[in-house]
């Protein structure tokens, strides 16, 4: 199955600042996706990369692709107290069971 | 807006009652999923389903059974609920290779 695993496990800073995350995976992926869980809430898609991007911007958001280290990287810019929230990443090939992460607790601190 | 809507926020349950956990989209998607998270052990897959009665077990498919009679409901069921299924449920629906689109998530407590 694929999988995601988040690094680190958490993450805190000031308002105003950038997040990075980081993510590898085992196998080898059609896409990697990149959610964001409030708590207690559901999780939201948040962006898409295909294995064949490098790099893919959304907002404020920055993904990046590694698929030769098996790796994505996820920046936040400019960070508001609203995006305190894990941060899950998966990689989906043609296998649908996906195995996920425990995701990166991030707080923004105002 | 599309959507996936889980019929209960908050749920409890008392210990050997047969629960039912439902969940619609809107979007005609193929695939939809259930799963449960706990602290510490991350999203687990319990059932998914790739079309209308089709059903595959997942990780952690002990304890549970689903349905799935039309394309836009797929239903979770705990045949005898037990405490340790006192946990987060999260509905989840996709189509193709696009992400997935997750309902709000029913907390469940067994007592």
């Known amino acids: 199955s694929q999988q995601g695993e988040e690094d680190p496990q958490a993450l805190s800073i000031q308002e105003g600042e950038n997040a990075t995350m980081n993510c590898s995976y085992k196998?080898?992926?059609?896409?990697l996706q990149w959610y964001r869980q409030n708590s207690g809430r559901g999780l939201v898609h948040l962006i898409l990369?295909?294995?064949n991007e490098r790099e893919k911007h959304s907002g404020r958001l920055r993904v990046t692709l590694d698929t030769s280290k098996k790796s994505s990287s996820l920046l936040i810019t400019a960070s508001r107290a609203a995006d305190t929230a894990s941060y899950f990443c998966v990689g989906a090939g043609n296998n649908r069971k996906l195995i996920w992460g425990l995701g990166t607790s991030l707080a923004v601190n105002p | 807006d599309v959507k996936v809507t889980q019929s209960s926020r908050y749920l409890v349950k008392r210990t050997g009652e047969k629960v039912f956990l439902e969940c619609v989209q809107d979007m005609d998607h193929e695939n939809m999923f259930w799963y449960r998270q706990d602290p510490g052990l991350g999203l687990r897959l319990i059932y998914f389903s790739y079309d209308v009665k089709m059903k595959e077990k997942g990780d952690i498919p002990e304890g549970y059974s689903v349905s799935r009679e039309k394309k836009e409901r797929f239903s979770l069921i705990l045949e005898s609920a037990s405490t340790n299924q006192t946990s987060m449920y999260l509905c989840a629906s996709k189509t193709g290779g696009g992400g997935y689109t997750f309902g709000s998530g029913t907390r469940l407590t067994v007592v």
């Open positions: 196998t080898s992926i059609n896409n």
């Open positions: 990369i295909r294995s």
